[in-house]
């Protein structure tokens, strides 16, 4: 039987189109890319990498960035953080506090080297509160990072009003737009972003691709040395047949796309409607198509995972139990949420291979499984 | 079959508990855990009067599929047996009857285990078996009050620091805390603190206090 993949946000199918032309840089084009003064072999290469890196700027209307080539937005986002506080030496940096477990832990590290770490507080909605932020910036504080849109219940942030502040208060802004890109437009030209964080996996393009685009005139130290690649910020050789995948998933990305996996959500959106006592933790607007936080009280999160594993259906919940740390969803706590709420949700994320009948069975196995559940709970009283 | 971090014997029980649901007029119940630790889990005991022996028992739980696993399992342990004999059962043995445990997951057997003791501890003092030489002290008070839990914080009394302070004289027990009476969860926690002591043998009124 196949299974029902809901966890797109985490990671896609890559596209056939997408792997399609990946294949020849493993089978025919496999040399590393090298200089114009080098091989023919190395120079096609080049060319292709050089190709993905004009591509992209333009996309994002970037005329005065680099794009700097890395394998995740996990790298992106060391670059990012680190690489601006290590130039600058000292000072404070303000991130929100429902951004992605790798912005959290690597200010921790910062926190640790020295640097004073300020969090900024979001609404029930997760919508960073700017008047805090912007009370939150002084003289000392280098960057701030603040997410584009949010990896568990997708609120989009007002990445427009968020530069503006940091501009006015004279800071740099990081945007980690790995769940936002290319869903929604980002015009560098328009916006006030100084860095910015995108990936490759979360749109049907290769895992080991991902990319920072930096400022030119932001400072920032790397920390990967080696070869001359990449601007000298990052040592070692490029993936090229993943940033020829995420050239290519880009390239395909479409409104079609968007627009399909947005009403795959509102289908679901309706359907769940079903099922009594639920809540919905994603906000409606600004929001991303493709992602609904959903608690369905008196149950715990990872009971209702593993019995949706079971019958084939792949989902991730925010309960303290599902995680390594058996920590709830630091998420859905600053929205506010109860422990008790935040363990019973559960992430769905959607993407263009699932189909409406995948939700039609999905809403059908909930039903099942919600009140198997309910009637195990001592906090759940019928009627 | 999905891949899955639990045994056999975990996987069947989650998917059909054992001794489920609840007993009319039970001898003696408990509640352990909370839901804002999302682990909790409440036994009740119909126990033979005469033998002392536990006829029936049955759970409910809110938890993830070891809570559930390790709950029913105990009812299948404990069904039968004296409750002295039920008193000195070790988390281990049910780690061992589960065919073992995710070492992140052990902690449910010991919720489990501590909620049979309770729901034992329960029966005993409805009916004045509890041995008279183990009077109410402030450590047996602290010692319960651990298992209350503050679902806003989801950290039990003592270590959230929600007690303020404990009086305990002439069987008056009052609790003092750090919590406005308004507060969301006020009732609740109250309800939880008289449930922990209404049937020792030596409280005779228990007064919960909150904050001006």
Not at chain 1, 54 to 78: G, Q
Not at chain 1, 126 to 151: A, R
Not at chain 1, 303 to 313: A, D, E, H
Not at chain 2, 20 to 42: F, Y
């Amino acid at each position: 039987m196949s299974r029902i993949y809901f966890d797109n946000i985490a990671a896609t199918r890559v596209d056939d189109e997408v792997l399609n032309a990946m294949i020849p840089f493993f089978t025919q084009n496999y040399a590393v890319a090298s200089s114009i003064f080098s091989h023919e072999d190395g120079i096609v290469v080049q060319e292709a990498l050089e190709n993905a890196r004009a591509f992209i700027l333009n996309k994002l209307n970037a005329k005065d960035y680099k794009c700097v080539f890395t394998s995740s937005p996990t790298e992106s986002n060391n670059l990012a953080l680190k690489g601006v506080c290590f130039a600058k030496k000292a000072g404070n940096l303000v991130i929100s506090k429902i951004e992605n477990l790798p912005i959290i832990n690597i200010a921790k590290n910062l926190q640790k080297k020295g640097f004073e770490i300020r969090y900024v507080g979001v609404n029930e909605k997760g919508y960073v509160n700017l008047d805090e932020l912007e009370s939150l910036i002084d003289e000392n504080t280098i960057l701030v990072s603040i997410q584009h849109v949010n990896q568990e219940i997708g609120t989009l942030q007002d990445i427009g009003k968020i530069g503006d502040i940091c501009k006015q208060k004279n800071c740099l802004y990081h945007a980690d737009a790995t769940f936002s890109f290319p869903f929604f437009d980002i015009d560098l030209s328009k916006l006030n972003i100084d860095l910015l964080t995108i990936g490759s996996h979360t749109y049907y393009g290769p895992k080991g691709a991902s990319a920072l685009i930096v400022r030119n005139s932001v400072e920032i130290e790397p920390l990967i040395d080696g070869g001359y690649q990449e601007y000298n910020l990052r040592g070692g050789m490029q993936n090229i047949p993943a940033i020829v995948g995420m050239h290519k998933a880009i390239e395909i990305f479409n409104k079609d796309t968007f627009n399909y996996i947005k009403s795959l959500k509102d289908y679901f959106l309706e359907k769940i409607k079903q099922i009594p006592h639920i809540r919905i933790n994603s906000p409606l607007d600004s929001s991303h198509p493709g992602i609904a936080n959903v608690t369905f009280l008196y149950i715990e999160g990872e009971s209702l995972t593993l019995r949706l594993n079971l019958r084939g259906v792949s989902v991730i919940t925010g309960s303290a139990c599902f995680s390594k740390s058996l920590e709830a969803s630091h998420v859905l706590l600053s929205c506010g949420l109860s422990h008790e709420l935040a363990h019973g949700s559960i992430r769905f994320s959607f993407g263009k291979f699932n189909t409406f009948d995948e939700i039609d069975k999905t809403i059908e196995y909930l039903k099942e499984d919600v009140a198997f559940l309910r009637r195990l709970s001592p906090l759940y009283k019928e009627g | 079959m999905a891949n899955v971090p639990y045994s056999k014997k975990v996987m069947d029980l989650f998917l059909n508990p054992k001794n489920l649901g609840e007993i009319e007029n039970p001898d003696a119940q408990a509640t352990e855990g909370s839901p804002a630790c999302g682990d909790m889990v409440q036994l009740q005991l119909k126990v033979n009067k005469d033998t002392h022996i536990i006829e029936d028992i049955k759970f409910k739980s809110f938890g993830c599929a070891s809570n559930i696993a390790t709950a029913s399992i105990i009812t299948e342990i404990a069904k039968g047996k004296t409750i002295e004999e039920a008193k000195s059962l070790k988390y281990s043995q049910v780690v061992d009857e589960l065919g073992g445990l995710p070492a992140v997951k052990v902690h449910c057997s010991i919720l489990a285990i501590q909620s049979l003791k309770r729901a034992i501890e329960n029966y005993e003092e409805r009916n004045g078996l509890t041995p008279k030489d183990q009077p109410t002290d402030e450590s047996l008070i602290k010692e319960r009050l651990r298992g209350v839990i503050d679902p806003n914080t989801g950290k039990d009394l003592i270590s959230s620091k929600i007690l303020s302070n404990i009086e305990f004289k002439d069987g008056k027990l009052t609790v003092l805390l750090n919590l406005k009476d308004t507060s969301q969860f006020a009732n609740a926690i109250k309800e939880e603190i008289i449930e922990k002591f209404q049937f020792r043998w030596d409280v005779k009124s228990i007064k919960v206090n909150f904050l001006e």
